[in-house]
């Protein structure tokens, strides 16, 4: 081989490392600022791999938290979410460019398990139906919100409502602050802040539930001080004007 083919060869794989780093990075939804006990990711062609502490996570990952498990996640809008021990959540897609807001997009499943999540820059700017978070039973729209989420199909009897029964199946949802849309076949109920409701299926009307049945989708605290403390100060997201 030719002096003159190795540099062309060498150039090529040089210009395909960088085309990759600038393509990952355009895709790049957010990373992992804490963990206690273990996440794996599984990329859109099946390729899994272990998440740590500032690990990057894109759109069309899928999440997976182990038994006994809890992890935060932080995007580039400033939103967040911490999953719960045996939860599956999909980034199935996310673009947010700070100088083009009417390009944002956030497209979340959470297919299994439970969540907490605090919402970003997206759909508090541009476009306000830019953020929606698919479940089996309902999908969530936002307004700018702290809510919780809990996906049950017979794998729930770790969970107790404040009655002291077992959460029935289908999704629990919560609102510390703002308000969130469930959305289905059989309507739309808006949830506001201290509110609770659940949704039993697609095709279901969900409901409010008052505060004495309610299931209570939280962090331990000791979970949530172990998480707090593995993960930097980070600056709380404003939307500008």
């Given at each position: 081989?030719?002096?003159?083919?190795?540099?062309?060869?060498?150039?090529?794989?040089?210009?395909?490392?960088?085309f990759?780093?600038?393509?990952?990075?355009?895709?790049?939804?957010?990373?992992v600022?804490?963990?206690?006990?273990?996440?794996?990711?599984?990329?859109?062609?099946?390729?899994l791999r272990?998440?740590?502490?500032?690990?990057?996570?894109?759109?069309?990952?899928?999440?997976?938290?182990?038994?006994?498990?809890?992890?935060?996640?932080?995007?580039?809008?400033?939103?967040?979410?911490?999953?719960?021990?045996?939860?599956?959540?999909?980034?199935?897609?996310?673009?947010?460019?700070?100088?083009?807001?009417?390009?944002?997009?956030?497209?979340?499943s959470?297919?299994?398990?439970?969540?907490?999540?605090?919402?970003?820059?997206?759909?508090?700017?541009?476009?306000?139906?830019?953020?929606?978070?698919?479940?089996?039973?309902?999908?969530?729209?936002?307004?700018?919100?702290?809510?919780?989420?809990?996906?049950?199909?017979?794998?729930?009897?770790?969970?107790?409502?404040?009655d002291g029964?077992?959460?029935?199946?289908?999704?629990?949802?919560?609102?510390?602050?703002?308000a969130?849309?469930?959305?289905?076949?059989?309507?739309?109920?808006?949830?506001?802040?201290?509110?609770?409701?659940?949704?039993a299926?697609?095709?279901?009307v969900a409901?409010?539930v008052?505060?004495?049945?309610a299931?209570?989708i939280?962090?331990?605290?000791?979970i949530?001080?172990?998480?707090?403390?593995?993960?930097?100060?980070?600056?709380?997201a404003?939307?500008?004007?």
């Amino acid at each position: 081989m030719t002096y003159s083919h190795r540099l062309k060869r060498s150039l090529v794989l040089v210009f395909g490392l960088v085309f990759a780093s600038i393509a990952q990075a355009e895709t790049g939804a957010g990373e992992v600022l804490s963990i206690t006990g273990t996440m794996t990711a599984k990329s859109p062609e099946g390729t899994l791999r272990a998440l740590a502490a500032k690990g990057s996570v894109a759109a069309g990952d899928t999440l997976f938290t182990g038994r006994d498990s809890y992890a935060r996640v932080h995007f580039t809008d400033g939103g967040e979410i911490t999953l719960r021990p045996n939860t599956q959540f999909l980034i199935e897609k996310y673009a947010y460019d700070e100088k083009a807001p009417d390009k944002d997009g956030a497209g979340f499943s959470l297919l299994k398990g439970s969540l907490r999540a605090l919402s970003g820059l997206i759909s508090k700017r541009g476009n306000k139906d830019s953020y929606e978070m698919k479940t089996p039973a309902a999908t969530i729209g936002i307004r700018g919100t702290e809510y919780a989420l809990l996906v049950c199909n017979n794998d729930c009897d770790g969970f107790k409502a404040a009655d002291g029964s077992t959460p029935p199946n289908g999704l629990s949802s919560q609102v510390s602050q703002g308000a969130i849309n469930h959305h289905n076949n059989g309507g739309d109920l808006v949830l506001e802040t201290g509110g609770f409701a659940h949704v039993a299926d697609r095709n279901s009307v969900a409901r409010i539930v008052p505060p004495t049945q309610a299931v209570r989708i939280e962090v331990p605290a000791h979970i949530m001080k172990e998480l707090e403390r593995g993960a930097p100060a980070r600056a709380t997201a404003t939307c500008p004007g």
